[in-house]
């Protein structure tokens, strides 16, 4: 174990990640299949991204976001229920299925550098 923990978790899966991700470009690729999944009917604030019904107001035509804490009033899209392409790619999914975490990955990747500057001034 060393001190980059999501890296040693990336490493233990590589061989794994790598079939599953073949598989994944294959069904992309070669045989033309598109994701999508299922969304519960959704509101999408301009501002805030997806937010609860409960934080929608309505102005005449104009529907807005409005919560209690912050003050947006980013305009809203309703975007009903249905199957609607899923936008992930290869890699998020992977990293989702593995539980990795990219986030850290980044963090991990960043000290990896600094670590190297530092020893090569
Ligand atoms: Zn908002």
């Known amino acids: ?8 978790k990336l490493k233990a899966i590589s061989d794994k990640s790598q079939t599953c991700g073949e598989f994944l470009n294959w069904l992309k690729d070669d045989q033309g299949l598109s994701f999508a999944r299922w969304f519960d009917k959704r ?3 301009a501002e805030c991204g997806e937010v ?3 934080e929608i107001r309505t102005s005449g035509v104009r529907r807005f976001h409005k919560n209690n804490n912050e003050r947006c009033d980013g305009d809203v899209e309703y ?7 899923d936008t992930r ?3 998020e999914l992977l990293a989702s299925f593995f539980e990795i975490n990219q986030r850290k990955i980044e963090d991990e990747k960043c000290a990896m550098f600094d670590e190297c500057r530092a020893a090569n001034p």
């Open 43 to 45: 509101y999408i604030c």
């Open 1 to 8: 174990m060393s001190k980059y923990s999501e890296h040693d």
């Open 52 to 54: 609860p019904e409960e």
């Open 89 to 91: 790619g290869v890699t």
């Open 79 to 85: 975007v009903s229920a249905g199957f609607q392409p």
